[in-house]
Structure formats: C-alpha cells, structure tokens
C-alpha cells in the first residue's frame, strides 16, 4: 500500500495516491482478506444402494454422517501449522491475523510516516474501517485506476522511501529486494496499491469540498515533520517546492479523514462489528 487520509497510510499526489503520515483511521493495500474460517461439514458416506434382495441399511448413530458439521476448534491441527486467527468480523466479511500482519508491514512503504510505529491494534481498527468503505463500493462502484496510473504512483515511491536509500529501489533488483524484505511480491504490492488508489479516491469524491490549506501549514508541516524524518534515517530531504503539492494533499486528507470517521461511526452502528480478543472464537 500505499494521501493521508486517516486510514491507510496513504496519500494523493498529482492525481494519485501515495502513503502519507497519517494512519490513525484505517487507510491500503488490497481487498480486505475475506477468507472463510473453516466450517466445512464433512461429507456423508455414501449409503449401501438399495435392491430388492437388500434392502439399504440405515448408517449406524455414531457415523460420520450422524457428527455436526465441523467448526475450527474441532479441525485436526498439522504440528508445525497455525491457524489463521479470525480477529475481526465486518458485517460478514472476515478480517484475519495475516490481514493485521500485513498491514504492519506496510507501514514501511509509507515516506511521510512519523516515528511513532501503528499498533496491532490500530492496524486492526483501519482494516475494519477499510472494510467498511470497501462494502460501499460494492453498492456504488466506480472504476479502478489504470495500470500507468498506478505504476506511476509506485514509481513516485520508489524514489521518496527514505529507507530505499539503501536499497536502491531506483534499480529493479534493488526494489524487488525492498518487497521481499518486507514481505511482498512486485505482484502482490501492485494490487495491494490499486485498492488502496481506488478506495482514496472514493473517499475523497465524498468529502473533499470546501477543505482548505494554506502555505504556512504547508511550511510548518516541511520544517515540523518531514524535515526531522529525513534527518533520522539519514537521507537527502527534498526541497520545499519539490514536494509542496504532496504536503498540501497530506494536511487536506488529515481535514476530510474529520468527516470520514463521523461516516465510518455511521457505518459501524448501522452495520455489525465485531472484534475478537486471543481465545475468543468466531459466532
């Protein structure tokens, strides 16, 4: 993943959307993972077939026909193997440990992040809030970025992570190392950022009007923020009018992500939520 609009990590600039400072909401990178907890029944074995001679005998009550249908804490546990833990249900839709995990990874992929790390429990808090938008735009569709829209935005990454510094993410090898340092494919970190485009660009088609910044937030923000952050990984900081645009969407998502958690709370108590703790099973 992958403007600041509070959920996500991300970012808009010049047209697009790149990670930004903000993470508190959300905010990707891809559809949420709506794997199913596993509640197979098992299949009924096939009973003797009738004939005139002999009649089908009924399954005995202790058959594997007679068990209730399977549930997760019932499945045979492989030794080596962990389950994926649900911690999450969003009307329906299942939010796992390897969702939460990734969302932690992504923080990495973030250029305007401030020092302070998301919490497992944040991280869980903006998939949920993720969900949530990713519902509607099932009832209201729009179109999905262009592969070059969205190229384009990783490209812009590639050059503004400070810590690709080191990797020379400008180089293919270099950047194909940074994905799977932090646990990504060139393919999968490529969804993973067209959601998060698409799902910016939704949010900001509701709430952008009438937001307003001006040049002394743009300049406090450089100075504030994003100059010590470079200076911390040690790493050249660009120039003011280099980024300025990118600053002014950051400071304008942090306005709209106001009247975006008013509409997810509006979502949550029209919808269902529920949040599960270690030990807690799925209903």
């Known amino acids: 993943m992958n403007r600041a609009i509070q959920f996500g990590n991300w970012s808009r600039r010049e047209g697009g959307f790149v990670l930004a400072h903000m993470l508190c909401l959300l905010m990707a990178w ?4 709506a794997a199913q907890a596993a509640n197979s029944s098992t299949t009924n074995p096939p009973a003797t077939p009738a004939t005139v001679s002999q009649p089908q005998i009924p399954a005995p009550a202790t058959a594997q026909a007679a068990m209730p249908p399977a549930t997760p804490s ?22 796992l440990d390897s969702d939460v995990n990734e969302e932690l990874r992504l923080q990495a992929f973030d250029p305007y992040h401030t020092r302070s790390e998301i919490t497992t429990s944040r991280a869980i808090e903006r998939l949920i809030n993720r969900a949530l938008i990713l519902q509607q735009l099932t009832l209201q569709p729009q179109e999905q970025p262009s592969d070059a829209e969205v190229n384009k935005q990783i490209d812009e990454l590639r050059r503004d992570i400070p810590a690709c510094n080191q990797y020379q993410c400008g180089t293919k090898s270099g950047w194909d190392r940074f994905l799977s ?21 939704f949010v900001e088609g509701r709430f952008e009007l009438g937001a ?8 406090t923000y450089y100075e504030k923020t994003l100059l010590p952050e470079y200076q911390r990984q040690h790493a050249p900081a660009p120039k003011l009018d280099a980024i300025s ?10 306005q709209i992500s106001n009247l975006l958690q008013d509409w997810l709370k509006s979502l949550r108590a029209q919808g269902s939520v529920v949040v599960l703790h270690p030990g807690e099973e799925a209903p």
Request: aromatic share 6%.
């Open 30 to 33: 891809s559809g949420i993972a």
């Open 74 to 95: 019932m499945m045979p546990r492989v030794p080596g193997t962990q389950l994926d833990r649900v911690v999450a249900i969003v009307n329906d839709d299942l939010i």
């Open 181 to 201: 340092d932090h646990g990504f494919t060139e393919q999968s970190f490529f969804i993973r950022w067209r959601e998060r485009m698409t799902v910016l660009s």
């Open 212 to 219: 307003n910044i001006k040049p002394d937030q743009i300049q």
């Open 245 to 254: 645009n990118q600053i002014r969407e950051v400071l304008l998502q942090q």
